[in-house]
């Protein structure tokens, strides 16, 4: 009697537990509902991760030692960061400086700017005012009135001007000789042409605005053949409104003599956008045409090329810019340039004889869509819209006419299981090799009869369809730990795609998609095209720097919400859908979604003040690593602005949006922000941050804020990111 006793006993004691234990556990979820870093999502899901990962680790006997390491410094965590530490001491350079060894040479900083006849401006001296910051030797102006020119060059620091036919004008530091305008057939365009002095060699310099289409063509070739190939002067540069980028039939035939900055410096055609200036595509798309060339074979080394992008904005182009540097007088033509290898997209891969087997099924579409998961009726194609395989007979590309009115991107998945190499990659040592070809269909025109241009046939610029390369590392419950993409693409001709790519711990499959974006006014097709796709693992002898996945809790909107963040203003958008009065629609920079923060376009205002997005993120895992001054987050993504109608001063002006890193105490007290720099573009921005995280650390907090209350002025963010990395591989 007295053990059965002692037994209900017992057996009460343990049913009152119980229930004590659901108690706690109710409460506790709770308690939870409302935090950001709780709940499914695209990116990590946050608690449910950390225990199945836990729990491998102490299957595999991986924590022991550590987890009692935790324990013994919980006593010695330091209750906040060092007071005598200020941000400066843990700003790290996010990017390798590059600064080869240079030869002598003479440097040339010229810019293109057309500055669309002053219709965003009150006076002609604002672009004067602005060119002079860019502390620039030459300068090309289009559709600038001959009556601006001395305004403009007089604000500017220009002694020397050539105003010419056409709304051309040349600005320099300089001495102009030899000044002519060029008459070009086809449509009456014109070049203006002078020769100067600069630092004792004699640069000839050229200034265009040119047509597109066949007329495009014509004064093209001309321009090539009649002049470029026939200048005396090896130091050769021309700059202009080209109307048309690179791989372009017309830009073809400017290839022949002459070699685009932008291009040497490692951009693929439209990477950037120097037209338009606000909002997203026109009637011509979004493109880099504003150009700067020099003569292909004395070629100059490019130190430096961009396009500027203006809060304040003065025209609907932007400035593009480029530091050049010719041989000195009598030298010869440089033999070789240092920076091609920084700027080379394969630097980081093996030599082609070395690179690993191509883990991919049928990557070039020669056995059709074998192989791929595929949505909105994606194809293999033999031919589409101008375009051919890269090599073999198939490329992929998307549909032929939409499936539905809501369906805008056709794409292919595969998934490669990695699961056997788990060992290697949960030391950190094991990174992926991706690559592909890819280019976009393009409509044609024919030239007008009676004309110069009857009987030719050329490409016609248009807001072209879009192609990405997205490639995601998942766990082995295909979550999301960290992704690479390509960035959206439309280049006329095959150009290729690389990346590296370091694959954080628990990675165990890959999962490679081409995806083509559908753009309206291009026709019923959806026409990127994709060739050669490549992916390949390798075993480093090394650990790589990468410590964990990506922390940001859906980081590319891709739940359609704004899950896992903090926001009364913002919201996530579906790509290439129209809000507002908007006739182009919005573009993510990656994927279907994106985040924004603003009013309906031309037709709302967004929230009046700051619009603030936050995600705060609990770093308790990496105590160990932070403690010990071994751990720093590298930490952004990507942003761009959307330009308000006459909001700022009186003028047209794009929102200015802040990135900012607050770091807290572990009394959880705020200790400091790290302000990263401001974006205030018309085309996705890349911003990266790296920031080493003192001991006594907690968490962080990513905030992004802009003021988008005007009407039409908007804040976009994709891709965000916040990625632990270990310190020794990275300094």
């Not at 150009?291 to 809060?311: G, H, M, R, S, Y």
């Not at 709302?604 to 010990?628: M, R």
Request: with cysteine.
């Amino acid at each position: 009697m007295k053990k059965t006793h002692r037994m209900q006993k017992y057996s009460k004691i343990l049913q009152v537990f119980a229930l004590i234990m659901l108690l706690v556990s109710i409460i506790s979820a709770c308690s939870n509902e409302n935090d950001p870093s709780d709940g499914d999502s695209d990116t990590i899901i946050d608690g449910d991760l950390d225990q199945e990962m836990a729990a491998e680790q102490e299957e595999s006997g991986e924590m022991g030692e550590d987890s009692e390491q935790i324990e013994e410094d919980k006593d010695n965590e330091p209750v906040e960061i060092d007071p005598n530490l200020t941000v400066d001491d843990i700003i790290l350079p996010a990017v390798e400086e590059i600064s080869p060894d240079l030869p002598l040479g003479v440097r040339v900083r010229v810019a293109t700017y057309n500055i669309y006849g002053g219709k965003f401006i009150d006076n002609y001296w604002e672009i004067g005012d602005f060119l002079k910051t860019l502390n620039l030797d030459l300068v090309g102006l289009e559709e600038c009135p001959n009556e601006a020119v001395e305004e403009i060059a007089t604000a500017g620091d220009f002694e020397y001007t050539y105003a010419g036919a056409g709304g051309k004008a040349m600005l320099s530091k300089t001495p102009l000789k030899d000044n002519e305008t060029l008459y070009m057939a086809a449509g009456g365009r014109s070049v203006l042409h002078a020769v100067t002095e600069i630092d004792g060699v004699d640069i000839s310099f050229y200034v265009a605005h040119l047509d597109w289409d066949t007329a495009g063509d014509v004064q093209c070739k001309a321009l090539s053949d009649e002049y470029l190939k026939k200048d005396p002067y090896d130091r050769l540069i021309l700059v202009g409104d080209f109307n048309d980028e690179t791989y372009s039939k017309q830009i073809g035939y400017l290839n022949e003599a002459v070699t685009d900055a932008a291009t040497v410096a490692g951009w693929f055609p439209g990477e950037r956008i120097s037209w338009p200036s606000f909002g997203f595509d026109d009637v011509e798309g979004s493109q880099l045409i504003d150009l700067i060339f020099f003569k292909k074979e004395f070629p100059a080394i490019v130190i430096e090329a961009d396009v500027i992008n203006q809060t304040i904005i003065l025209s609907d182009h932007k400035p593009a810019l480029a530091e050049l540097m010719f041989p000195v007088k009598d030298a010869a033509a440089f033999s070789e340039d240092p920076y091609a290898s920084y700027r080379d997209i394969w630097r980081d891969f093996p030599a082609e004889v070395d690179l690993p087997e191509n883990l991919l099924l049928n990557p070039g579409a020669e056995d059709g869509l074998t192989g791929w998961e595929i949505y909105g009726d994606a194809k293999a194609e033999e031919e589409r819209q101008q375009q051919t395989a890269h090599s073999g007979s198939k490329f992929f590309t998307g549909f032929i006419a939409a499936p539905n009115a809501d369906t805008y991107q056709s794409s292919g998945s595969q998934i490669v299981d990695i699961s056997d190499k788990k060992e290697i990659i949960n030391q950190r040592r094991a990174r992926m090799y991706a690559s592909a070809y890819m280019a976009t269909g393009y409509n044609l025109i024919d030239g007008k009869v009676g004309t110069e241009t009857e009987g030719l046939v050329s490409n016609t610029p248009l807001p072209y369809d879009e192609g990405e390369i997205i490639i995601d590392c998942l766990d082995a419950e295909d979550n999301l730990l960290l992704r690479a993409t390509s960035k959206r693409r439309d280049t006329l001709g095959y150009h290729p795609f690389a990346k590296v790519i370091d694959l954080p711990p628990y990675t165990e499959k890959v999962r490679y998609t081409w995806m083509s974006h559908f753009k309206h006014f291009n026709g019923e097709g959806n026409d990127a095209v994709f060739d050669d796709l490549y992916l390949g693992f390798e075993e480093l002898d090394t650990p790589h720097s990468i410590l964990d996945r990506n922390l940001v809790i859906n980081s590319g909107a891709e739940t359609g919400d704004i899950n896992g963040w903090q926001s009364d203003s913002w919201r996530s958008l579906l790509d290439l859908k129209t809000y507002g009065l908007g006739v182009y629609a919005s573009l993510s920079f990656s994927g279907k979604n994106y985040f924004y923060g603003g009013g309906e376009q031309y037709l709302s205002n967004g929230k009046e003040g700051v619009s603030e997005i936050s995600q705060k993120i609990d770093l308790a895992q990496f105590k160990t690593e932070i403690n010990s001054d071994s751990m720093a987050l590298r930490w952004g993504g990507w942003f761009r602005a959307l330009g308000g109608t006459v909001y700022l001063d009186g003028k047209n002006s794009n929102a200015v949006i802040k990135v900012n890193l607050e770091i807290y105490n572990n009394d959880e007290s705020l200790w400091n922000t790290v302000e990263s720099k401001t974006v205030s573009a018309a085309e996705w921005t890349k911003v990266e941050n790296m920031t080493k995280i003192p001991a006594g650390t907690s968490a962080v907090r990513l905030v992004i804020s802009s003021e988008v209350y005007p009407v039409s002025t908007g804040a976009f963010m994709d891709e965000v990111y916040v990625i632990p990395v270990h310190l020794e591989q990275e300094q």
